[in-house]
């Protein structure tokens, strides 16, 4: 059995699929409220108890999204020369041609960007969707909420798709890190030579 080295704890996993979960079944209850389709109101058996359903939800993914601040946020933060030069040539995915993509850390640029796109966009759409849950009577901040709320559900619309994707068919291989924790040593060594230097396996 080839060695393996620990890219995500316990914590983060769990953390990550309750994140995830959440996101997917609000993205599923909004797309619902958004376009006021009966079958999916069905799904829960009626329009209030998926609103009931949406709005606790909610407040389990933002539970999850805070706790993901001290976990991601540090790394996602931290560019440099590569992570620039990374975002120069789109992380080699802008050409059919094999091109050496800058070395990374524990996460790529692109992991870094996309956390910090789900970020400031879960802020958003978590304190416009409390304010149209608990201050439905202020008319013009209740439209402003309703505006930052559908505009932060489009970038979840496009964005969680998008990483499922990449984290799948896209990369195989990768969807163990969110099961087991781990990654092949020899993979970890290409895809994070620089992480793999912190911790003293390159």
């Known amino acids: 059995m080839s060695e393996t080295v620990r890219k995500a704890t316990t914590s983060e996993i769990v953390n990550h699929w309750i994140l995830a979960l959440s996101c997917i079944l609000l993205i599923i209850t909004g797309y619902g409220f958004l376009f006021q389709l009966k079958q999916v109101y069905a799904l829960f058996g009626s329009n209030y108890a998926m609103k009931v359903v949406h709005n606790w939800t909610g407040i389990v993914f933002s539970i999850s999204l805070f706790s993901t601040l001290f976990n991601y946020l540090h790394e996602s933060i931290s560019m440099d020369n590569d992570d620039w030069n990374w975002i120069k040539m789109g992380g080699g995915y802008l050409t059919k041609k094999a091109v050496a993509v800058p070395p990374m850390g524990k996460l790529n640029t692109g992991q870094k960007l996309y956390y910090l796109a789900i970020l ?7 304190a416009s969707g409390f304010v149209i849950w608990l201050v ?8 402003v909420a309703h505006l930052v709320h559908n505009l932060c559900f489009v970038l979840f619309v496009v964005a969680v798709p ?5 984290g799948t068919l896209a990369n195989p291989g990768l969807l163990r890190i969110m099961i087991s924790g781990t990654v092949p040593l020899e993979v970890a060594k290409k895809r994070y030579p620089k992480w793999m230097k912190e911790i003293g396996k390159l």
């Open 162 to 166: 998008a990483h499922i994707y990449l």
């Open 120 to 126: 400031i966009g879960g802020i958003g759409i978590g």
């Open 136 to 143: 439905p009577g202020i008319r013009t901040l209740t439209i």
